[in-house]
């Protein structure tokens, strides 16, 4: 294929030469298998280190093999995490292996699944490729790679990657494996734009909704995100909707503009679910173009998730009832009166996110700090001002992060000392975090009484009484 010239020769004359990396993926829709054949173009080095997916991923690599452009074997190294193929001098590398998947249904959003009937990936489950962060930091360039799928007859492939044709472009070694993609021959897609982006949503499967009500939620949380805190990152987002595994209801942000919703069979498009929805939007901005602690990522996305969603809906009480459920899920955490979220972060990675600080604290810690910036400026300025500054900030930066200290100054500068008070009490203490505060913080925020439900909370309507 012409891929090479195309991509190479124009643009890239002036820069030291780029390797580069074509993979031909097959999927054969007969098993729980994908072939993948890979040549690479070698300037300099007579070797390329080649990353496998990660433990974890859903996938394994099998049957792995290098040749030369003539169909010599090449020497191929096994190591910790990848392969090593040398060869003599610059020239063509090729590689070819087979991926098994541990899972026919994905059992998450950032998990793989393979099928006769649908693939729903991440994108490092897949391939066997350099590693950006090593390329970065041995300041080699990243190769030019481009993608051609063969596919089961009636098959469609979704991507957020460029295409000419049959042939997808990623822009980066961070675009090609950290994206989400997904192939079947019944997703229906839905292209739009809102917050000067493009937006595609694929939608597979049937659930108790209809697809209008989720490309609306998704249009909201994109126009909602963008009115607040400027134009959506990136100019295209695609946002892949299959049906899971029950109980394994799922979505995520997988690089910076690549957003998974696995659902449950069934499911109903409820505040829980919008509000997920919501939040994954918004990580498009916190978590895609801005990096900071977990809490803010996390949390504090959760919290403008949750009020936006209520604005959307225009009904405060929505904004409310999550406030308090964080309030209840945060009374249950054990250690919520002795670290800080930050140390939690650093301290207890992973787990159960309902018992985390970084979500249930972080959320109530941005209900907080916006009341306590509302009122120490005198409604002159709120959380919205603060996301905005450190946003304007993580441009300016390679890595996009921004540090606790910059979160507390920008704060402070926003709400005077009444928000560097709480500040204090919430972020840099372990105070406990009441009902009261919390009711206070809604009031200042909606301008209505929302005051907490009775306890103990109302019984679910479908739960079953206790068996004799
Ligand atoms: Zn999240």
């Known amino acids: 294929m012409a891929l090479c010239a195309a991509a190479g020769a124009a643009d890239l004359s002036a820069q030291a030469p780029a390797d580069t990396l074509i993979y031909n993926v097959a999927v054969t829709g007969t098993g729980p298998h994908l072939s993948v054949e890979a040549r690479v173009v070698i300037s300099a080095d007579a070797s390329i280190f080649l990353d496998a997916p990660p433990a974890g991923a859903g996938t394994s690599v099998t049957a792995f093999g290098a040749s030369d452009d003539r169909g010599l074997t090449l020497r191929v190294q096994r190591t910790g995490g990848g392969y090593v193929v040398s060869r ?214 959760d919290y403008f998730a949750a009020r936006f969603y209520a604005a959307w809906r225009d009904d405060p009480r929505e904004l409310a009832a999550l406030c308090y459920e964080s309030l209840r899920n945060y009374a249950r955490i054990p250690h919520r009166l002795t670290i800080t979220m930050a140390a939690e972060a650093r301290s207890l990675p992973g787990g159960d996110n309902t018992i985390r600080l970084v979500y249930r604290k972080g959320m109530l810690a941005g209900l907080l700090l916006d009341a306590a ?27 996009k992060t921004v540090s606790e200290a910059e979160i507390g100054d920008a704060v402070a500068e926003a709400g005077g000392s009444t928000a560097s008070r709480e500040w204090s009490r919430v972020v840099a203490g372990t105070e406990k975090i009441t009902d009261g505060q919390v009711a206070a913080a809604l009031r200042t925020v909606t301008g209505v009484d929302l005051p907490p439900p009775p306890r103990p909370a109302i019984p679910k309507a479908l739960s079953k009484p206790p068996s004799p």
Do not use: C
């Not at 910036?373 to 890595?399: F, K, M, W, Y």
């Open 88 to 301: 003599n001098g610059p020239g063509v590398i090729r590689f070819r292996y087979q991926l098994a998947f541990t899972d026919s249904v994905s059992s998450g959003s950032t998990a793989s699944g393979l099928d006769a009937t649908r693939l729903y990936a991440v994108t490092r489950s897949l391939f066997v490729a350099p590693d950006p962060v090593l390329y970065r930091k041995i300041g080699r360039p990243y190769p030019l790679v481009r993608l051609v799928f063969f596919l089961p007859p009636g098959w469609r492939l979704v991507a957020n990657w460029d295409s000419t044709g049959p042939v997808l472009a990623p822009r980066s070694g961070e675009d090609l494996l950290q994206g989400t993609l997904a192939a079947a021959s019944d997703y229906r897609f839905y292209d739009g734009s809102a917050g000067e982006a493009a937006y595609t949503v694929a939608v597979r499967g049937s659930r108790a909704f209809t697809d209008s009500a989720l490309v609306d939620l998704v249009s909201a949380s994109l126009r909602l995100g963008a009115a607040a805190f400027g134009p959506v990152p990136v100019p295209h987002v695609t946002y892949i909707s299959d049906a899971g595994r029950k109980g394994r209801t799922s979505g995520s942000l997988q690089g910076t503009a690549s957003i998974g919703l696995l659902w449950e069979p069934g499911e109903m498009l409820e505040r829980a679910r919008s509000h997920d929805t919501f939040h994954e939007t918004l990580h498009l901005w916190f978590g895609g173009a801005m990096e900071a602690e977990r809490w803010w990522t996390e949390g504090v996305t």
């Open 373 to 399: 910036i509302r009122r120490g400026s005198h409604a002159s300025a709120t959380l919205d001002d603060v996301a905005r500054r450190l946003l304007t900030t993580a441009r300016t930066r390679r890595s």
